[in-house]
C-alpha cells in the first residue's frame, strides 16, 4: 500500500522556522519525484518544491526561493522541507506528493493527507 505521511506543521510566529517530513513507503522511492504543494483557504493548490530523490535535483516556487530548503534522505524515504523566515502568508496545509521521476515535477500519483502550518503576525 503506498503511503506517504506528512508530519512538523504546527504554529509559529512570522519570521520563524519548521521543518516538514514526508514519510513515503509502498513504492520505489528513487524512482519517483517529490513535491510540497500547498493550500491555504479559499484558495487554489499551490506548488511550492519539488524534488528528484534519483539525482538530488529540484525547484522551487519564486515565493518560498531563498527561504525553504527541500531534501531527501534515501535512506528513509523521506523528503524534508526546511522552511525559514516564515510568512503570514505562507499559512496553509501543506501536501507532499509523489509522481515518476520520468515526468519531472509536473505529474503526480500519490498524495498525502497534509499538515497544517500556521504563521501567526
Known amino acids: 500500500e503506498v503511503q506517504l505521511v506528512e508530519s512538523g506543521g504546527g504554529l509559529v510566529q512570522a519570521g520563524g522556522s519548521l521543518r516538514l517530513s514526508c514519510a513515503a513507503s509502498g513504492f520505489t522511492f528513487d524512482d519517483y519525484a517529490i513535491g510540497w504543494f500547498r493550500q491555504a483557504p479559499g484558495k487554489e493548490r499551490e506548488g511550492v518544491s519539488c524534488i528528484s530523490s534519483s539525482d538530488g535535483s529540484t525547484l522551487y516556487a519564486d515565493s518560498v526561493k531563498g527561504r525553504f530548503t527541500i531534501s531527501s534522505d534515501n535512506a528513509k524515504n523521506t523528503v524534508y522541507l526546511q522552511m525559514n523566515s516564515l510568512k503570514p502568508e505562507d499559512t496553509a496545509v501543506y501536501y507532499c506528493?509523489?509522481?515518476?521521476?520520468?515526468?519531472?515535477?509536473?505529474?503526480?500519483?500519490?498524495w498525502g493527507q497534509g499538515t497544517q502550518v500556521t504563521v501567526s503576525s
Open positions: 506528493a509523489a509522481g515518476p521521476r520520468s515526468y519531472g515535477c509536473s505529474l503526480y500519483d500519490y
